[in-house]
């Protein structure tokens, strides 16, 4: 297990949990963040945080202090670097 | 149309996620007919599109864009309110239309589940269709419509394709008279709701409409339950909560996830044959973009460059426009002056009501280039890339990247800083951004340092000229509101928007091309409000302030010198060089109407009040004379400089470079015979001028945006009081060392 924040540009992995019940969880899973989801680092500011990430086809900026109650459960495979295969869909 | 409804208006919500194309849908439908008023009691715009379809009035009501129709604020809670129809300024809606983006439907349904559940005819609007296409999916929307059972439209707002389809569809929507339940939980929760109804009837809150029933469950802490809560009987509603929302639990309905899930459930499984998604995402063009736009270095480049560019246009290309609404001001001030004879009506028409419009349309070139920039940025999608590498900085504020833009244009003038904090969806980052604003060092505050470093700090240069004295108490003047405002917005924070998170979740929308219509609609619809919301309490304050300066002084003796003043003038001898005669008479004559002009000014309510108040500004090192030009200068700071000139008997016509200002300041004294100003007394007053809220324009801009008297009241308490302490301490700290 390990979180989303520790991911690099180009990583992907697979929402295991969300810890916290307050509303910055409950704002992350509304914008489609729950477990079984498959997310992906796209980028990182200029300043090192927030962090661009990939989810069910849109992009969403979250702070890293934010990302770190994302643990994720496996690494799926990392992309080629024109194209991302969706599963699950 | 529906016959039942034909003799009053329709009432239809548009509700959507933010970046939808929300607003060119709208704007589409409802042309340039939208009225612009406040919710009462909330921050929120009330936006209302009057317009006709076939002869059927209909009135489409513009709701703030959202994720989730899960309340967490009194602003958020008005959408709420009126789908169900318990907004009482607006009344019953009779259908909603649902904006999603083609594109991203799967995250956009959520948002669609919670409207159905309110039970209102709805409308799904897919807009963005072109978008959707050309990322390669396939949308089947016959399909979509079947298993929703409510009308589905696809639509491509800024091309104004497809919206010729809406009208039959709320009709139809109508028609059906609402939509078969969406059931998205399981059995146990709708049980739940059915057993909190009659419990609530128990309290005496009888037909509490099913979906406040479902947020009361779902919103622990939300909205909806503290309105609950606070009825008689809540303290027992809350227990009931808790234990019907274990019973929940144990059943496996876990809040507050579970809702997440099930409605991304239930989105997934309506999708499964309606959506055909491309094999292989390819790399967008939004990709590519970002890759540049939000690269480590080139990023952060791109928008320093668009930054200067937005505080440029403000703060120098308005810059002409606002020298032309002046010289317009003193152009239709000098006719009147010819008109009338000199007297109180002439002041009145001259000082308080030509002024008073002046003081209004000086704002409008600022405004309109700053909006026109900000839509053009929000609409190609660039704003949220802003917010995004912005966002590290703001927290050092607590707050985030989106304040950056209101909090830079603030520097040139906070009036349209303020009004650009609506690009802020949070409400708490929102509010601290406007409280804080007005700290920021606005180009009117330039011309009092500029008279008062030039005359009392002296020119020393550091570093072979490259630093010098003058240049640094400019610019620690100039960054000390910043700074303070730092400590302000933490304890901001703290003490009065406790309750509310500031989460930084946001959409990063594709780039795509603005629509022009959509960014000269932005321009248009906020000068409007600017001038007619406003417009109209800042003109009342000038006029009440031309007569704190006016009354109760007998003007009959200016008003006579003055008109010898001008009638000597007109027959000065052409060329008369300075000591010829008549010259002599003229300048004898002005420098007693300038006598007479402080002498009135002392007399006035407001020399009164200054002279009242010297006690209090007597341990910041200030004399009653400063006292008036401070109090006078609480409507507009930059006012100080002309009173200053009245005050020292050299007329009210002195700007910031005039030697005789200068020269007068540097040898006022007090009554024993010390100079008045020395470096302490000037740092202490500059220090009070930056801190003070002396604009009346922002404080009234603060009251329009927040619809409420509170938060001006507050803004200028607080920034009065930092200024106070902050001259004392200069002043006192300044005179020991």
């Known amino acids: 297990m390990f979180s989303l924040d520790s991911l690099r540009p180009g990583e992907r992995g697979i929402i295991a949990a969300l810890s916290g019940d307050d509303p910055v969880t409950v704002r992350l899973l509304e914008m489609g963040l729950l477990p079984g989801e498959v997310v992906e680092v796209l980028g990182v500011a200029p300043l090192g945080d927030p962090l661009a990430i990939l989810v069910r086809g849109g992009r969403l900026a979250i702070r890293r202090r934010d990302a770190a109650r994302i643990q994720l459960q496996e690494t799926p495979p990392r992309r080629p670097d024109s194209a991302i295969v969706l599963t699950g869909r | ?737």
């Not at chain 2, 009462?40 to 006709?52: D, L, N, Q, R, W």
Request: net charge neutral.
């Open chain 2, 1 to 737: 149309m529906t016959t039942a409804r034909a003799q009053s208006a329709l009432q239809i919500a548009v509700i959507g996620n933010p970046n939808t194309g929300k607003s060119t849908l709208f704007n589409a439908l409802a042309g340039m007919h939208a009225r612009v008023g406040n919710y009462p009691g909330v921050t929120v715009e009330k936006k209302i599109g009057v317009i006709e379809w076939d002869g059927q009035p209909v009135r489409l009501i513009d709701l703030p864009g959202t994720y989730s129709l899960s309340p967490r604020s009194l602003d958020e809670m008005v959408s709420v309110d009126v789908l169900l129809g318990q907004q009482p300024d607006v009344g019953r809606v009779d259908a909603v239309l649902c904006i999603a983006d083609a594109s991203n439907l799967e995250r956009h349904l959520f948002l669609l589940g919670q409207v159905l559940d309110t039970g209102v005819p709805t409308v799904l609007v897919l807009n963005m269709w072109d978008a959707a296409l050309g990322e390669g999916l396939k949308i089947d929307v016959r399909r979509l419509e079947e298993k929703l059972g409510i009308p589905v439209v696809a639509t491509e707002a800024h091309r104004r394709q497809g919206i010729e389809q809406i009208p039959a569809a709320v009709d139809r929507a109508m028609a059906a008279g609402g939509h078969p339940p969406t059931r998205q939980f399981p059995p146990e929760f709708y049980d739940e709701c059915d057993r909190l109804g009659a419990y609530l009837e128990s309290l005496g809150e009888s037909d509490v409409p099913w979906y406040l029933r479902e947020r009361l469950l779902l919103d622990v802490g939300g909205t909806v339950e503290q309105r609950f809560l606070r009825q008689p009987g809540g303290e027992r509603l809350a227990d009931y909560l808790r234990a019907s929302r274990e019973r929940l639990a144990a059943a496996g309905f876990r809040i507050p996830a579970a809702e997440a899930e099930r409605r991304y459930d239930w989105a997934r499984r309506l999708l499964s044959d309606v959506v055909t998604y491309p094999a292989v995402r390819r790399t967008t063009l939004t990709d590519r973009i970002d890759a540049v736009l939000t690269h480590r270095i080139f990023g952060l480049g791109v928008f320093a460059g668009l930054m200067f560019l937005v505080f440029q246009a403000i703060y120098a290309w308005a810059e002409p426009l606002m020298k032309l609404c002046e010289s317009g001001q003193d152009f239709v001030a000098g006719l009147a002056a010819e008109a009338l004879p000199p007297g109180p009506l002439r002041s009145l028409v001259v000082d308080g009501v030509i002024a008073g419009v002046g003081g209004v349309l000086i704002f409008l070139p600022q405004i309109m280039l700053l909006f026109f920039l900000i839509a053009l940025l929000e609409d190609c999608g660039y704003m949220a890339r802003g917010a995004f590498m912005m966002d590290r900085v703001m927290r050092t504020f607590g707050l985030s990247g989106k304040s950056f833009l209101p909090l830079m244009s603030s520097f040139a003038c906070a009036v349209p800083g303020i009004m650009a904090t609506r690009v802020i969806d949070n409400h708490r980052d929102r509010m601290v951004t406007i409280l804080v604003a007005p700290l920021m060092s606005c180009s009117a505050r330039l011309p009092v340092y500029l008279l008062l470093i030039g005359a009392f700090v002296p020119p020393t240069e550091y570093l072979g000229g490259w630093v010098s004295l003058q240049g640094l108490v400019l610019f620690g003047m100039s960054s000390l509101g910043l700074v303070v405002a730092i400590p302000v917005a933490w304890l901001l924070k703290r003490c009065f928007f406790r309750g509310e998170a500031g989460t930084f979740v946001m959409e990063l929308p594709d780039y795509k091309l603005p629509s022009p219509r959509l960014v000269l609609y932005r321009v248009y619809e906020r000068g409007k409000a600017f001038v007619l919301r406003a417009g109209s309490l800042i003109f009342a304050a000038t006029i009440l302030v031309w007569a704190a300066g006016y009354f109760p002084g007998d003007h009959a003796e200016l008003d006579r010198l003055e008109e010898e003043v001008a009638a000597v003038a007109a027959h000065l001898p052409e060329g008369a060089a300075a000591g010829h005669p008549a010259v002599l008479a003229w300048e004898r004559l002005r420098d007693a109407r300038n006598a007479e002009g402080a002498r009135l000014m002392r007399e006035s309510w407001l020399g009164r009040a200054g002279v009242a108040i010297e006690p209090v500004v007597l341990p910041l090192g200030w004399d009653w004379r400063i006292g008036v030009g401070v109090l006078a200068s609480f409507p507009a700071r930059e006012v100080i400089i002309a009173t200053l000139g009245t005050i020292y008997s050299l007329g009210g016509e002195v700007d910031e470079e005039s030697e005789g200002l200068r020269g007068a300041l540097q040898a006022a004294t007090w009554p024993d015979g010390r100079p008045v100003y020395n470096l302490p007394v000037a740092l202490s007053l500059m220090v009070f001028f930056a801190l003070c809220a002396q604009c009346v324009s922002t404080l009234m801009i603060i009251r329009r945006e927040t619809n409420s008297w509170r938060w001006p009241a507050f803004t200028f308490l607080y920034m009065t009081g930092l200024a106070y302490v902050g001259a004392w301490i200069t002043y006192q700290v300044g005179m020991r060392v």
